[in-house]
């Protein structure tokens, strides 16, 4: 019988395919509005007009504006420019820090999948930015072929990451490295850095994603 202080989440969700196009957790209206109101707040929280956020975080105005208004599913990563521009954590524009109950929180990837637009990049956020741990923690999945440069993140933000199936590539320090099942790397992500997936199959790795005491990742 399930322990009724275990805090589930999405359990009972329609489980989301691999490749499925769509966010089966929250549907998009909801997560595009979600991501509406916290970008707006955000912006009303620092005073910052449309375009000093655009040049803070290097995302045009009319897209910052569209994502505002709800009419725009960003990217991946320019869900991460923005993030990284306010200084404040990715998950926090994806859903609100979950509540504990008891200190346990059971989370499903499958139930959280999900792929802005046409992405080739897909984010489970397994455990949101928690202020009082100071990470957060997702999965991703790089479908074949997909390469994406990151722009450094805040200042000491440091990342863990840890592959789970298939082999990507890290670019770390100028270097591509090679990373299969069960290998893991921890790297200064206040740098430029990188993830590929030169094969043919997806590769899912897991990225917690450190922030340091007293930074302002999570806005709300
Ligand atoms: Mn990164």
């Given at each position: 019988m399930?322990?009724?202080?275990?805090v589930r989440y999405n359990a009972q969700k329609k489980i989301a395919k691999l490749f499925s196009p769509f966010i089966t957790g929250l549907s998009m209206q909801e997560i595009n509005q979600y991501l509406a109101d916290t970008l707006r707040q955000l912006r009303h929280d620092r005073s910052w007009s449309l375009d000093r956020a655009a040049s803070e975080c290097g995302v045009s105005k009319a897209m910052l504006g569209q994502i505002e208004r709800g009419e725009s599913s960003p990217t991946v990563a320019?869900?991460?420019k923005i993030a990284s521009g306010f200084d404040t954590s990715l998950s926090s524009f994806l859903e609100p820090a979950p509540a504990e109950l008891r200190g346990v929180t059971l989370r499903s990837a499958d139930a959280l999948r999900q792929r802005p637009t046409a992405d080739a990049m897909l984010m489970a956020p397994l455990?949101?930015?928690?202020?009082?741990?100071?990470f957060e923690l997702f999965e991703?999945?790089?479908?074949?072929?997909?390469?994406r440069l990151s722009e450094p993140h805040s200042q000491s933000v440091v990342e863990h990451v840890v592959v789970v199936r298939g082999v990507m590539e890290l670019l770390v320090r100028g270097v591509w490295q090679r990373l299969g099942e069960g290998e893991a790397v921890r790297f200064a992500a206040d740098q430029p850095h990188?993830?590929?997936?030169?094969?043919s199959a997806p590769?899912?790795?897991?990225?917690?994603?450190?922030?340091?005491?007293?930074?302002?990742s999570q806005s709300r």
């Open positions: 399930a322990d009724a202080s275990i320019t869900l991460w455990f949101p930015f928690d202020a009082r741990y100071g991703f999945t790089l479908l074949p072929g997909y390469e990188g993830y590929r997936n030169p094969t590769a899912v790795f897991h990225d917690l994603i450190h922030y340091p005491p007293g930074s302002d």
